[in-house]
């Protein structure tokens, strides 16, 4: 099993900055992809960005220039810096994580989601 935990939400006057951190633990083997989504009550969870384990990064359009993905493999960790927030940015945001862990003695792909972390911005 793969567990990922989030960590760095609360609530954040707009204009203002939060980090999230997801830490993954497990029998992991490897982590190809670590991402951050985030859905607000009663619409889709939708992708905020993505990086992959060579360091390509993706974003959604709406938060590009404002936050930055990063992660330290070392210790199967992802951050989110979220830079001038606004209220649109109010939601649930997930880790994920997709890689290989070992399972009965083999390989095997896993894809994972935290329990999910609340950010709120007042205006």
């Known amino acids: 099993q793969v567990q990922l935990v989030e960590s760095g939400g609360g609530l954040v006057q707009a204009g203002g900055s939060l980090r999230l951190s997801c830490a993954a633990s497990g029998s992991i083997v490897s982590i190809n992809t670590m991402g951050w989504y985030r859905q607000s009550p009663g619409k889709q969870r939708d992708l905020v960005a993505s990086i992959q384990r060579g360091g390509n990064r993706n974003y959604a359009d709406s938060v590009k220039g404002r936050f930055t993905i990063s992660r330290d493999s070392a210790k199967n960790t992802a951050y989110l810096q979220m830079n001038s927030l606004n209220p649109d940015d109010t939601a649930t945001y997930y880790c994920?994580?997709?890689?290989?862990?070992?399972?009965?003695?083999?390989?095997?792909?896993?894809?994972?989601w935290g329990q999910g972390t609340q950010v709120a911005v007042s205006s």
């Open positions: 994920n994580a997709v890689g290989l862990r070992r399972e009965f003695g083999r390989n095997e792909e896993f894809r994972a």
